[in-house]
Structures are given as structure tokens and as C-alpha cells.
């Protein structure tokens, strides 16, 4: 999902108004064992989802397109 979006970006919070878009297995809780991730809840598919100041409509038809993106090829 995270690949095929156009707006959101993928990164840490740069302080700045854009929409990002980051895995927290891979961030915040990089240093958590495994186990302790498990058990809050933080898996490897968990995205975490900042809204900025995009214009919505723009936001939700590029999370729409990501989303469709995804589900097209799991199918």
C-alpha cells in the first residue's frame, strides 16, 4: 500500500504539514522485542496514518487508489 500512494508520504515526522504514512514495527518501536510488539498490538502490517493538510478529497481517492491497488493483487 505504502508503495502505491502519491500524496502520503513514507517517512518519519519531517515537522512539517504533509500526510505521512509510516510502519511503526519499523520505527517507534524498532528497539521493542517482537513479543512485546505482538502483545500492543503493533504488528508488521500496522500502518500509522497522519493527515496533513492536502486537500481530503485528494487524500482519500489516493488512499482509495492504494487500497484498490492492493486488494487487486491479492486477489
Known amino acids: 500500500l505504502v508503495e502505491r500512494l502519491t500524496i502520503a508520504l513514507h517517512a518519519a ?43 481530503p478529497g485528494e487524500l482519500a481517492d489516493d488512499l482509495r487508489q492504494g487500497l484498490d491497488a492492493v486488494a487487486s493483487t491479492a486477489a
Open 13 to 55: 515526522s519531517l515537522g512539517g504539514t504533509e500526510t505521512l504514512i509510516v510502519r511503526p514495527s519499523v520505527t517507534a518501536y524498532a528497539s521493542v522485542a517482537p513479543e512485546e510488539r505482538r502483545r500492543l498490538g503493533v504488528t508488521d502490517g500496522l500502518l500509522r496514518l497522519s493527515v496533513g493538510i492536502e486537500d
